[in-house]
């Protein structure tokens, strides 16, 4: 039986489709993420879930209790970490640990082991108030309350954003150690580089999942021929590619712009020659194996 069942969900704000009959499983001892942009309906499938709102339409079990029907259950079996940070800033970190422990029946001291790594960054900080912690250590702590009571699903909607590069590697590191205990983990994330940490990952726009799979299989999915063409002209180049009559998909990325072909003997002559003919320079054009983001970016332009 899998972790977490959902069937159809559909939510609706008044005229809004948040999400429009969203279908997947996630296993035991499973990071399972959902990638997609601000709107795409990942907080609202969270709240569903964690039982804080109603869906609209369609089913979803967790460890084969009802979301609706069985929500007390369902509470007690898992940890929440929510997008915005919802500790007790005027408590101390061992205050909050200490209380959301109590909160939810488990001992303090015999359950301390279940967040060892995470606790070990904490202990130095124990008694400083909680709201003058970084953003990293903010969410560290959260995690950790949210792990206290050995919860058997674990949700993070997007548990690091706003957060610093260095702070970001060391959570999802701490992700590797929670599913060494079979805990299923839901994360989202609008951050396309942390899809790859993921088991399997479902992308998403406008409440609606687009393709799902492992990050690998996504990426070997891809259709055209990406290639990555360097300008010291980039914004020049932009305005010349909406001339561009050859069949493309193209985009800025950093320094450089993306460029797909599809029918790339073809396409990737009458490409340069355009490029020649409109005076535009260029100091590299290479093809490149593409990303999740790359991959993202071509399932909505095709």
């Not at 969900?9 to 005229?15: C, L, P, V």
């Not at 804080?52 to 509470?75: E, H, M, N």
């Not at 303090?108 to 250590?137: C, D, T, Y």
Request: aromatic share 10%; charged share 25%.
């Amino acid at each position: 039986m899998p972790a977490i069942s959902i069937e159809k969900i559909s939510k609706r704000y008044g005229k809004v489709n948040a999400l429009s009959k969203i279908s997947f499983e996630v296993l035991e001892g499973e990071v399972f993420g959902l990638i997609g942009p601000d709107g795409a309906g990942k907080s609202s499938l969270f709240n569903i879930l964690a039982t804080l709102q109603l869906p609209t339409s369609g089913k979803a079990t967790l460890l084969g209790y009802d979301v609706i029907s069985d929500y007390k259950k369902i509470r007690k079996e898992i940890g929440y970490l929510p997008g915005v940070f919802s500790l007790y800033p005027d408590l101390s970190v061992y205050e909050n640990l200490r209380f959301f422990a109590t909160m939810y029946g488990s001992n303090l001291k015999e359950n301390i082991h279940l967040v060892a790594p995470i606790w070990k960054q904490l202990s130095p900080f124990k008694e400083r108030q909680a709201g003058r912690l970084s953003g990293g250590m903010k969410q560290k702590l959260a995690l950790c309350c949210a792990l206290i009571h050995k919860p058997k699903i674990l949700f993070l909607d997007e548990p690091t954003t706003g957060v610093d590069p260095v702070s970001r590697r060391e959570f999802w590191s701490l992700l590797k150690d929670i599913k060494k205990q079979g805990i299923a983990v839901l994360v989202s994330t609008p951050y396309m580089d942390e899809a790859t940490r993921c088991d399997r990952i479902a992308l998403m726009k406008e409440g609606k999942i687009i393709t799902l799979n492992t990050p690998v299989q996504i990426i070997e999915n891809y259709k055209g021929k990406l290639y990555s063409l360097k300008t010291k002209t980039i914004f020049d180049l932009l305005n010349c590619m909406l001339q561009c009559p050859i069949p493309c998909n193209y985009y800025p990325y950093g320094e450089s712009m993306h460029v797909s072909f599809y029918d790339e003997k073809l396409e990737l002559k009458q490409f340069t020659e355009f490029l020649e003919i409109s005076g535009q320079g260029f100091s590299e054009l290479t093809q490149i194996l593409p990303t999740v983001e790359d991959c993202f970016i071509e399932l909505v332009m095709s």
